[in-house]
């Protein structure tokens, strides 16, 4: 079965430029999540949806951060302008949620994309 | 704030040993717990959940333990192998249904042949 594929890999750009992060969630998953990755600051929960809905972008560093997911397969998270302390991997996840408190299920990550602004 | 801490960063194991990772968390309204493991250049990779209502739930070489008295989790490897090696993380959710999964910073396993 596929899981989470994001795109791309890897990016490398110059500061300033506007970078776009993509991910196709695993089919019938109604829940999509957007993390960023740092020795510093370990995994941190940037934005999620819930059927195509944001739920939470508390998590979102500041305006130049901008997440959507125009349908149920497929979401962005992009950056502009893009600076230095960007640098992170940044990983999308996905699930099926429940209708109640006691139906939570895993999370499913992607294996990231390495962002790297120079 | 509320986080999830872990107590040791890295660990060391011979090669058909058990391993015990343990995490500490500090939301007792947490309800739901997750082990991810991580290698690299990959994203975390679910081993197993258990939710607030168990105290214990076995996988395949795989136990995690939930002490909700101490608000304490426990991940043990049985036979511990070369592919074991990685960074284990727990999770924990104390936002209801969904969303707000709360990662401690790591401990890195590393399993010595």
């Known amino acids: 079965d596929a899981g989470v594929i994001q795109s791309p890999r890897h990016e490398v750009t110059e500061m300033g430029q506007e970078v776009t992060l993509r991910c196709k969630p695993i089919?019938?998953?109604?829940?999509l999540f957007w993390y960023r990755q740092t020795m510093m600051r370990g995994l941190e929960l940037l934005i999620y949806?819930?059927?195509?809905?944001?739920?939470?972008d508390s998590g979102m560093p500041e305006d130049r951060f901008s997440a959507k997911m125009p349908n149920a397969s497929f979401s962005t998270l992009k950056i502009q302008p893009s600076e230095p302390r960007d640098s992170a991997v940044y990983f999308c996840?996905?699930?099926?949620?429940?209708?109640?408190?006691?139906?939570?299920?895993?999370?499913?990550f992607g294996d990231g994309t390495r962002l790297s602004i120079l | 704030g509320e986080s999830v801490g872990l107590h040791l960063p890295t660990l060391s194991v011979q090669e058909g040993d058990n391993s015990i990772i343990n995490c500490a968390y500090s939301?007792?309204?947490?309800?739901?717990f997750i082990w991810y493991k991580q290698e690299s250049g990959k994203g975390p990779q679910f081993i197993i959940d258990?939710?607030?209502?168990?105290d214990k739930r076995q996988g395949q070489r795989v136990t995690v333990l939930l002490n909700k008295t101490v608000k304490h989790l426990s991940l043990q490897i049985a036979a511990t192998q070369p592919g074991d090696s990685a960074v284990y993380f727990c999770?924990?959710?104390?936002?209801?249904?969904?969303?707000?999964?709360?990662f401690g910073k790591g401990t890195k396993l590393s399993v010595k042949p």
């Open positions: 996840a996905s699930s099926s949620r429940g209708l109640s408190p006691n139906s939570n299920q895993p999370q499913h």
């Open positions: 089919s019938g998953h109604n829940s």
């Open positions: 949806f819930n059927n195509n809905v944001p739920i939470d």
């Open positions: 939301n007792s309204a947490s309800d739901y």
């Open positions: 258990i939710r607030s209502n168990m």
């Open positions: 999770a924990e959710n104390y936002g209801g249904s969904q969303g707000n999964l709360i």
